[in-house]
């Protein structure tokens, strides 16, 4: 117990005294979560928050157009500009980036959908036997309305769709309305001019989280980055902690220490104890940073759910894999320059892998199967697991386990490595 | 004086991966209690593989290694226990200080309390480092830093010390503290096995000296008596008689 308490406290006098390794493992994370939270700010928010700016020519004089226009304007997804002018000077409004959609309804919108509409019904009507009232569009040909949509150039498919989805359940719920109308007027003539009443939905969609639990925290950039970048901040330690073994064997410490009573067990103990403690920290200044520090700068406020305890866990297990990983690369590599090269390299990938940059699931498949095997991976869903579902230990227990199994495969291959290079 | 062996090596081999001839070539010699043993040698020629060996550092190819009876295969915790080695790089923590380096050397060996801080003190003292005891040893010049470097391997009473160039470097001042302290540290009891390439120091300190070439040791003796049997002035004389005057890498 003397050895181990000696080397956790020489292990953390020479962390205090490395001004600049400081700097790395705490001001670094520390900017990236701040910076990386700002930056994904935008892309994170869904586009309820965002009020993209559109421009509608609205030439239809009917309920149409009376509806496309209050539709979008009521969806709060669009900032809504009505514009007189011509479809060529919308599309060019656009084309430089003044509104991100154009929309332009035609003058004739709402009296071809109600001709088309009644056509619709009147064959129905036929088809079914019953005396269909209006008939005077059985020879004309009547084509579906068209409603030309321009987006800006840099707008993204995945906008697009979203957008034109908005429109069309607008357009849909419109003309299942005017049916209705229709088939209304066709069998009670008496009631036909009454005033149309609005459908309601018939099928309305519950949201919750998987695990079904009643809070739902939505991830947005801060819930992403926070945890994403402490890992990042978590796996980095690797470059400190593998140069300072490199830097005790090129010394002659290390020479020193393996002359000394007390097992190699021992002294990586105290190694990995006093690096785990400043994961620990690491972890606990860019939790407090997104709960105290990301609101100051007009950002989401980190929720952390209330499983104090499970946080802590994961936060053990992440800085256990992160530490191991450290010892393996300071055991492998001869120079600094080598473990710091790869260190810092193998912990970017591995971060890539694991979803840091971007969730997993946008992916490519291959590389989603690869991601499987990215510690960060693991730890970045068994946080957002207990940051956004309320997730307990049953709930990331497998994640944990990887982690901490990680954490000792690391460390055998590095206390096999090490005997066979002292042999 | 005692006669007992304090360490005896039997036709000791080191192979190394892929070199053509034995860094150690089947060498034997028995050191006893209360000697100051200096093992000398062109660059090369064996001497730190040789030390390596005894202090654990490596594993022999061939041939028995016993110190005070034991084996390192079997009793490694009780050797680490009686030997210490003070190595030819500043083997400390250049961003710690004096009293920490040593303090966590000393729980390494099981020393705590008043008991390390006395003999912290105490060494501190008599190599006349205590005003320095609480600055960084990055501050200090070559010469303290060769000081503090013994105290680290002196500083739990080891029955036997191995050291590897413990002056080079240093100015005659620090280098006659070293040698004289290390004559007092040997009159209480304490074997010290020595390498150097300072023939004199080692003539004067040396009580036994053997000389190694080729993973060989071709001489064995005190030094005033291998001057004698090989007809030198000196201990350089007989060094590079044996040795050549070819130069080595």
């Not at chain 1, 939505?218 to 978590?234: D, K, R």
């Not at chain 2, 005692?2 to 360490?7: E, H, K, R, S, V």
């Not at chain 2, 050291?163 to 540290?185: A, K």
């Not at chain 2, 030094?223 to 070819?246: A, Q, V, Y």
Request: proline share 3%; with cysteine.
């Amino acid at each position: 117990m003397l050895r181990l308490s000696a080397t956790i406290r020489k292990e953390m006098l020479l962390l205090i005294r490395d001004k600049s390794g400081l700097a790395v493992m705490f001001l670094m994370p520390m900017a990236l979560v701040i910076l990386m939270a700002l930056i994904q700010d935008a892309p994170f928010r869904d586009y309820q928050e965002l009020k993209i700016p559109l421009l509608l020519i609205n030439k239809d004089d009917g309920a149409l157009g009376e509806k496309i226009e209050s539709g979008l304007a009521g969806s709060n997804i669009f900032e809504v500009t009505r514009f007189t002018g011509t479809e060529q000077e919308a599309r060019k409004k656009v084309t430089q980036g003044v509104y991100e959609i154009g929309i332009v309804i035609p003058a004739d919108a709402t009296k071809n959908l109600d001709r088309r509409v009644q056509n619709f019904v009147d064959e129905t009507m036929l088809d079914l036997g019953l005396p269909a009232n209006d008939t005077t569009s059985q020879d004309t040909l009547i084509t579906e309305t068209s409603l030309p949509v321009f987006f800006a150039p840099d707008i993204k498919k995945s906008f697009k769709n979203s957008v034109l989805s908005s429109i069309r359940h607008v357009a849909s719920r419109l003309e299942t309305q005017t049916m209705l109308e229709a088939f209304k007027r066709e069998l009670n003539e008496g009631t036909a001019d009454s005033s149309p009443e609005e459908i309601g939905e018939f099928i309305r969609f519950e949201e919750s989280t998987a695990s079904g639990t009643a809070s739902v925290y939505e991830l947005n950039s801060v819930q992403h980055n926070v945890p994403a970048w402490t890992l990042f901040g978590m796996f980095f330690i690797v470059i400190s902690l593998a140069g300072s073994m490199i830097k005790e064997r090129t010394d002659g410490s290390y020479l020193r220490i393996r002359t000394m009573p007390g097992s190699y067990a021992t002294v990586m103990s105290g190694k990995v104890l006093a690096y785990l403690a400043v994961c620990l920290s690491q972890c606990a200044l860019m939790i407090l940073a997104g709960i105290y520090i990301m609101p100051l700068l007009g950002l989401p406020q980190l929720q952390i759910g209330s499983n104090l305890i499970t946080i802590l866990l994961v936060a053990l297990s992440c800085g256990l894999a992160a530490t191991g990983f450290g010892v393996l690369v300071g055991t492998v590599f001869n120079t600094h320059q080598q473990s710091s090269t790869f260190g810092s390299v193998s912990v970017v990938i591995l971060a890539a892998l694991g979803g840091i940059w971007v969730p997993v699931y946008v992916m490519p498949e291959i590389i989603r199967i690869f991601a499987e095997f990215s510690p960060l991976y693991w730890g970045l869903n068994a946080f957002q697991s207990v940051f956004l579902g309320h997730g307990n230990i049953v709930d990331i227990w497998k994640h944990l386990i990887k982690l901490l199994l990680f954490f000792l495969f690391t460390l055998s291959i590095a206390s096999f490595i090490n005997k066979h290079k002292n042999n | 004086m005692g006669t007992a062996a304090a360490l005896e090596v039997r036709d000791l081999v080191k192979n190394y991966k892929g070199a053509a001839v034995p860094a150690v070539n089947k060498i034997s010699f028995s050191i006893t209690n209360g000697e100051i043993w200096g093992l000398l040698g062109p660059n090369g020629a064996g001497k730190t593989t040789t030390i390596s060996i005894l202090c654990g550092l490596l594993k022999q190819t061939a041939g028995d290694v016993r110190i005070k009876g034991y084996t390192h295969q079997k009793n490694s915790k009780q050797i680490k226990e009686l030997i210490s080695i003070v190595p030819q790089d500043i083997a400390l923590y250049p961003a710690l200080t004096a009293v920490e380096n040593l303090q966590y050397i000393g729980n390494m060996y099981g020393l705590k309390g008043s008991e390390l801080n006395k003999r912290i003190h105490t060494y501190l003292e008599i190599f006349g480092l205590k005003e320095v005891a609480g600055k960084r040893i990055e501050t200090y010049s070559g010469g303290m830093k060769r000081r503090i470097n013994l105290i680290a391997g002196i500083l739990h009473d080891p029955q036997i010390v191995f050291l590897d160039e413990p002056t080079v470097g240093v100015d005659v001042q620090s280098r006659n503290m070293i040698t004289t302290f290390l004559q007092d540290l040997n009159k209480k009891g304490t074997t010290i096995v020595y390498t150097s390439h300072l023939m004199e120091e080692a003539q004067h300190l040396c009580t036994h000296i053997a000389i190694i070439d080729h993973g060989v040791i071709i001489a064995s003796g005190s030094p005033d008596e291998l001057i004698r049997m090989h007809s030198c002035r000196n201990l350089e004389d007989l060094f590079l008689k044996l040795t050549g005057r070819k130069l080595r890498d």
